[in-house]
């Protein structure tokens, strides 16, 4: 399995568990890898692999909630022809072609309770014996596995077997979400962009725009380290201006005014309509006079201040519905709110 995508960053909590990866991969024991979506629990299992003596040898990876309860098994340990319906000739399980390797099993806390009891004597004993076989084979595997699961919680539900828990739980590195590494989030954000400059075959990476640097840094990130590639590969794809700051970022690919709105009932619902320009200006404004205007970007600030909180206003405080009917997107309607100091009151508790 090869990959162009490296471990980058220099938080103290992500180095931490790197830095434990490292000193574990000599080892050949089991390693649990505990992280949220997206903070890179399959790139720690590639370093476990090519830093141990096992590096020459197969890395498999299988991801256990990719497959039906039934089919799990025989992913696992393979199956001799016959033994269930489809299988028309005998097949290799992920446990024989990682012989002599390491053997990843990722989302492992979907795994069955058969696949378990199964699992614990391949761990315990080296033995694997496939579907329709009454033949044990022996093999020499490494486990790596990683979850997204609180497992010593699942042990207690009854839904995870507390003996496979204590052979799998050698050592257990736990991956920090991206939210508590936000020193890394600059270094990050610079790596995917330079990476993306280059594939669009940019001249050179003009870097991001204080603003934009600043949104994402204020931004939760709940897909982690994927969510923000993606977050600034798509930034970078659809900057047209190579010579300039990039100062567009969009965290939600699915905002849309056109997008579908549902209803309480479930039903979809049509977008709210476009409020036109005279609807939303307060009473008397139509009727300014700009001869009277003393000072311009005062003027233009407080009429744009006025046309927001209308628009809100029309809108109900709700501040998708504002932006679709300003034919705003999202971001660039709060963006405005907080320069024109909006963000408080109605608008804060029922922004979306």
């Not at 700009?290 to 405080?317: H, N, Q």
Request: glycine share 6%; net charge negative; aromatic share 8%.
């Amino acid at each position: 399995m090869e990959r162009n995508t490296q471990l980058v960053g220099q938080a103290s909590s992500f180095l931490d568990a790197v830095e434990r990866a490292s000193r574990a991969a000599a080892l050949d024991r089991p390693v649990l890898v505990i992280g949220e979506r997206g903070t890179g629990k399959e790139l720690i299992a590639e370093r476990l692999h090519h830093l141990s003596t096992r590096w020459d040898a197969p890395l498999v990876v299988m991801n256990c909630a990719a497959l039906p309860e039934t089919l799990i098994e025989a992913e696992l340990f393979g199956h001799e022809a016959g033994a269930f319906t489809g299988a028309t000739k005998s097949r290799a399980g992920r446990f024989e072609e990682a012989d002599g390797g390491t053997l990843f099993l990722d989302e492992l806390a979907t795994l069955s309770s058969p696949a378990q009891d199964r699992l614990l004597r391949a761990v315990e004993y080296g033995e694997i014996t496939r579907i329709g076989s009454s033949r044990p084979t022996q093999v020499d595997v490494r486990i790596v596995a990683a979850t997204n699961e609180h497992l010593p919680k699942l042990v207690d539900e009854g839904r995870f077997r507390a003996d496979l828990l204590d052979r799998l739980c050698f050592e257990v590195i736990t991956l920090p979400p991206l939210r508590h590494r936000i020193s890394d989030i600059p270094v990050l954000a610079d790596h995917f962009a330079r990476r993306m400059a280059l594939e669009l075959e940019w001249p050179s990476w003009p870097g991001f725009s204080s603003a934009a640097a600043n949104r994402l840094l204020s931004y939760d990130w709940p897909g982690n380290v994927r969510e923000l590639r993606n977050v600034i590969e798509r930034a970078v794809y659809r900057w047209e201006d190579t010579e300039s700051l990039v100062d567009s970022i969009q965290f939600d690919p699915f905002e849309s005014p056109w997008r579908p709105m549902e209803a309480s009932d479930g039903r979809v619902s049509e977008q709210p309509r476009r409020v036109e320009p005279d609807e939303i200006l307060p009473f008397g404004m139509t009727g300014y006079d700009p001869s009277g205007c003393a000072d311009f970007r005062l003027a233009v600030a407080e009429y744009e201040k006025a046309i927001l909180a209308a628009a809100l206003e029309k809108c109900r405080w709700n501040q998708r519905a504002a932006a679709s009917a300003l034919q705003l997107s999202y971001d660039q309607l709060r963006h405005a709110l907080k320069r024109h100091d909006l963000m408080e009151g109605k608008g804060q508790s029922i922004a979306s």
